[in-house]
């Protein structure tokens, strides 16, 4: 198990009920809860991965640490760390852990919108960042990563560093080298 600091999530949510037809907590303490990249254009969502990929958590574990389902927010959370499901990436955000527990890694939304784009065929990351899902929509990007805390990407607006900030790691981000 790893301590990950979610700084922010993908721009698409739902629900996956259980899968017990009999269950009266099918839609609440037995479903789970996924995040992801992605677009809304209109009244569609659009995924469009490029590298396709979740963030889960398990609504029982949520109601159990009394978190609303509808206010899931930045934190610290424990997790197994990034797992590959076939072609799917996954992170298991298990439980909320306290403000002062030590960091593993950080998983960060970046956009093209506020960062830039990026060239994924040039060299565009330092060593340790690793991509939990990616999607592209009419030239715009959005992506999940896990970033160390030295961890820096080069988008076409610049370099890119996550700053950490030690005495409140919820207000780390990146900034611009």
Not at 111 to 121: R, T
Not at 132 to 158: H, K, N
Not at 165 to 173: D, G
Request: aromatic share 8%.
């Amino acid at each position: 198990m790893i301590n990950l600091l979610c700084l922010s999530f993908g721009s698409l949510w739902w629900i996956r009920p259980g899968d017990q037809d009999g269950d009266s907590r099918k839609y609440s303490s037995r479903a789970a809860i996924f995040n992801t990249t992605g677009f809304c254009s209109g009244s569609r969502e659009r995924r469009n991965w490029i590298v396709g990929g979740v963030i889960r958590l398990n609504a029982g574990t949520c109601i159990e640490q009394k978190m609303q389902l509808d206010q899931i927010s930045p934190g610290k959370y424990m997790s197994p760390g990034l797992e590959q499901r076939g072609s799917l990436s996954r992170i298991l955000l298990t439980r909320r852990i306290e403000r002062d527990a030590s960091v593993d890694t950080v998983l960060l939304k970046v956009n093209s919108a506020a960062y830039g784009a990026i060239q994924f065929d040039a060299n565009w990351r330092s060593g340790g960042i690793r991509i939990v899902a990616a999607s592209v929509f009419r030239g715009e990007q959005e992506l999940l990563l896990l970033i160390p805390r030295d961890g820096q990407i080069t988008t076409s607006s610049g370099t890119w560093r996550l700053k950490w900030n030690s005495t409140n790691p919820v207000q780390s981000h990146l900034t611009k080298v």
